[in-house]
């Protein structure tokens, strides 16, 4: 028997059905959930990020939620030191850890650590911000894409702070960003860790999405955003996130409200192919199919889970 404490990951793109499935496993075998998302750590940020209301959540503890102010910085390693303590305690409670969410990069750094790159540069990360401001993120990203392409494909145009980071590994050190990531890592020690996957057909995922992103606005995204703008500078996170950056440009005049829409939706629907394709990189993740009725797809992955705690 391995002394390693288990850990059970629930993964997938954005609308896939992955949170509501783990609360229900979580509830089923006394266990926490953790969770792994890069926006749903800020405070207020609820609608957009599809943050689970508290009275779905079954009594089941959640972690790693609301940690953070929207207009201060959380990085990959903020989330490891934290959610790696969350997931210590629970095991010491004599309890399960879920680990639940699409957010690769911080899964990685929670399991298999963080590379040692490059120190920042704040004279390069300076010069590249210039750039951003006077031609916008996408030249930057045009950049990226010439000296990193993977590392282009995986980071959304919109997403200015890993651009940067990405840019700078290269130009301070002359290796892309997956050289780095290939190198020893601080890895979790201690835990083994059984990942289950949500996957369906694209068409079935892309529309689930846009009826996400239709609820999100028609159960109050827009005042949602109204209320961070009274509380935040424009240059927080929070601004920058898909959706929340629609509706400011929808606040500010510069779209209609079915422009905001529609732009939101291709956005999600980008960001989850992103998803998909970095997880589809984990040759250790048990993929289960997304269509099933909710009954059968919890009665698979429980049968997952039981196997493996056995």
């Known amino acids: 028997m391995s002394r390693e404490n288990p850990g059970i990951v629930i993964l997938g793109p954005t609308a896939s059905g992955k949170t509501h499935l783990a609360v229900s496993l979580a509830f089923q075998f006394q266990g926490e959930v953790v969770s792994c998302d890069a926006l749903q750590v800020y405070k207020h940020m609820n609608i ?23 207009d201060r910085d959380f990085s990959a390693g903020d989330y490891q030191r934290l ?11 004599g309890r399960l850890p879920f680990v639940v969410g699409g957010t690769g990069f911080y899964l990685r750094a929670l399991i298999d650590g963080l590379f040692e790159g490059p120190a920042r540069s704040e004279e390069l990360r300076a010069r590249m911000r210039k750039i951003v401001a006077r031609k916008g993120s ?12 993977i590392s282009a494909d995986r980071i959304a145009e919109s997403d200015t702070e890993r651009i940067i980071r990405a840019c700078e590994v290269y130009l301070v050190s002359g290796e892309p960003m997956a050289w780095w990531q290939q190198q020893p890592r601080d890895a979790f020690r201690g835990c083994r860790w059984l990942k289950i996957g949500i996957e369906m057909p694209r068409d079935q995922l892309y529309q689930r999405i846009e009826q996400r992103v239709d609820a999100m606005f028609q159960s109050g995204l827009v ?18 996130a898909i959706g929340y950056r629609q509706v400011v440009a929808l606040l500010d005049g510069q779209c209609s409200w079915d422009q905001a829409v ?19 990189a984990d040759p250790a993740i048990v993929w289960l199919d997304g269509r099933l009725e909710f009954s059968a797809l919890q009665d698979k992955a429980a049968h997952l889970i039981k196997e493996f705690l056995a």
């Not at 996408?138 to 392409?149: A, G, N, V």
């Open 262 to 280: 529609e732009e939101t939706k291709k956005e999600s629907r980008h960001y989850a192919k992103r998803q998909l394709t970095w997880f589809r």
């Open 223 to 240: 005042e949602e955003v109204k209320g961070l703008m009274e509380m935040y500078p424009k240059t927080s996170h929070a601004f920058k």
């Open 138 to 149: 996408r030249r930057l990203h045009d950049m990226l894409r010439r000296i990193d392409p």
């Open 48 to 70: 957009g990020t599809a943050k689970i209301l508290p009275s779905l959540r079954q009594g089941v503890p959640h972690h790693m939620l609301d940690v953070q102010e929207p």
């Open 83 to 93: 959610a790696r303590k969350s997931v210590q305690e629970i095991h010491a409670r």
